[in-house]
């Protein structure tokens, strides 16, 4: 059964990042779209709070039907299970399948990213899986890209 969705619009208000959220190193500007469609979907933009610490890089899965993620500003380096360390910039967009194994591994001070999620509440499994849990650095050059 479809689910009724209203009409919902969000201006920016940097007041609106709140920590809190599912990670300690992150700011959450929720968009409103959880309420507006009845839980069936979360749309949010993050800012990441430097440093990165070794908290970030944990291997985890999400319990998802559906997420899309697009770097409003700076970069953000992930690893996906088999599929190696990417580094996404200003621009980047991914899509991130339904459990898949990912982690963090690094982001510039000012990266901030947009994230689309079905359904709205889900689970965040921490895994073992993939490498060694170990810290992986990018480039001096990807470092320095604004
Ligand atoms: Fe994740």
Request: proline share 5%; glycine share 6%; charged share 25%.
């Amino acid at each position: 059964m479809k689910k009724i969705q209203n009409f919902t619009v969000s201006h920016l208000n940097e007041k609106d990042f709140k920590s809190g959220g599912l990670r300690k190193y992150s700011k959450y500007r929720d968009l409103g779209i959880a309420k507006a469609t009845n839980g069936l979907a979360h749309a949010q933009v993050i800012k990441m709070i430097p440093p990165r610490t070794d908290e970030v890089s944990v291997w985890h899965q999400h319990d998802i039907e559906f997420q899309l993620v697009y770097v409003l500003e700076g970069w953000i380096m992930n690893e996906f299970d088999g599929l190696g360390p990417k580094v996404m910039r200003k621009g980047s967009c991914w899509i991130q399948p339904p459990n898949i194994n990912h982690i963090v591994h690094d982001y510039s001070d000012d990266c901030e990213m947009l994230e689309i999620i079905l359904p709205a509440d889900f689970k965040t499994i921490e895994t073992n899986a993939g490498a060694p849990q170990k810290y992986l650095k990018p480039s001096k050059k990807v470092r320095k890209k604004k």
